[in-house]
């Protein structure tokens, strides 16, 4: 059976090819011991209904933006031109976090969650739940289309016209050209615009959600341009750790892979980061205080 594209799978395919042809990759994995956030999770989901319990992808999240603080290049957007061997990283203001998630039947979009620096876990969580939920009622092949159709005619702007070119023609022409379904979607407030999946400062990817039982890591991530990192959060595992006073225990691991681009970032520069989640996630206190919020 042969399968042509789809819209999301064009703009997938796409970027990522871009990531690989021009991004230096080099990928690390850190082990973050989340034994303490999970009891201080389940702790406060106990005696809770279902749409007021915290999700671990949540609070993780928001323990990360404090680790990507600390580092403020992760955050960051990175210009190099090989012809002059020049370039520069601009650290961004805003951490705009761009969030891949499947919907429809095994389809995947990006959204962007913009100026999550001041976002609380409760802020965070109700902001993913409006998205799944303006997807329902969005077509989104509408919607990739025309970020698509922006994004085309942005690099006919800066002068790029092969590239320009030849997507108008995929797009229009073949057995994998683009159909859009010409129904109207619900309302502006109920859906997704371009602006809501458009490319934020930082991706970060919840692998852990598709599969809870997944007990391996990511060990590959691409990084979209001209982001400078990418992070993976894998499944919770069970794993034996060896503490200070070299004693072994079982302790809940959560795997995250970190993906940078080295003509910007060196793996010395994600210290801080490394050193921020270490030191949430034995705070009993911090993380306590987080959730409550």
Same mark, same amino acid.
């Given at each position: ?25 080099? +990928? ?38 404090? *680790?990507?603080? /600390? +580092? ?5 957007? $990175? ?69 698509? &159709? ?13 590239? =320009? ?8 022409? *073949?057995?994998?050209?683009? %159909?859009?379904?010409? %129904?109207?979607? @619900? ?7 371009? @602006? ?21 890591? +990511? ?9 400078? +990192?990418? &992070? =993976? ?9 060896? #503490?200070? /006073? #070299? ?10 892979? $970190? ?18 989640? #270490?030191?949430?996630? %034995? #705070? %009993? ?9």
């Amino acid at each position: 059976m042969t399968e042509y594209f789809d819209i999301s799978r064009k703009i997938i395919a796409n970027m990522t090819s871009e990531g690989w042809k021009t991004i230096p990759h080099v +990928c690390i994995v850190y082990d973050a011991e989340a034994e303490l956030l999970m009891d201080v999770l389940q702790s406060y989901n106990r005696d809770r209904k279902s749409n007021e319990r915290i999700s671990f992808n949540s609070l993780i999240l928001r323990v990360l933006i404090e *680790g990507i603080k /600390a +580092c403020p290049k992760m955050n960051g957007h $990175i210009k190099f031109s090989p012809w002059l061997v020049s370039g520069k990283v601009t650290a961004l203001e805003h951490i705009d976090i761009s969030l891949p998630i499947i919907y429809g039947e095994g389809k995947m979009t990006t959204i962007n969650l913009p100026h999550m620096e001041d976002k609380s876990v409760h802020e965070i969580q109700a902001m993913i739940a409006e998205f799944r939920a303006r997807i329902e009622s969005t077509y989104m092949d509408r919607v990739l289309y025309r970020t698509g &159709l922006e994004d085309t005619f942005s690099k006919l702007r800066r002068g790029n016209i092969p590239k =320009a070119v030849g997507r108008l023609l995929g797009a229009k022409l *073949g057995p994998g050209r683009v %159909r859009i379904d010409r %129904r109207r979607s @619900a309302g502006s407030k109920d859906r997704l615009t371009p @602006a809501n999946i458009k490319q934020g400062s930082i991706t970060v990817s919840n692998m852990g959600s598709l599969y809870k039982q997944w007990k391996g890591n +990511c060990t590959i991530l691409e990084i979209i341009p001209p982001q400078l +990192c990418a &992070l =993976a959060v894998g499944a919770v595992q069970k794993r034996a750790v060896v #503490d200070a /006073a #070299d004693n072994v225990r079982a302790a809940r691991i959560v795997p995250i892979t $970190i993906a940078f681009d080295h003509r910007g970032l060196d793996t010395a520069q994600l210290v801080p980061f490394m050193q921020t989640l #270490d030191t949430l996630l %034995r #705070d %009993r206190e911090w993380l306590e205080r987080e959730i409550s919020l």
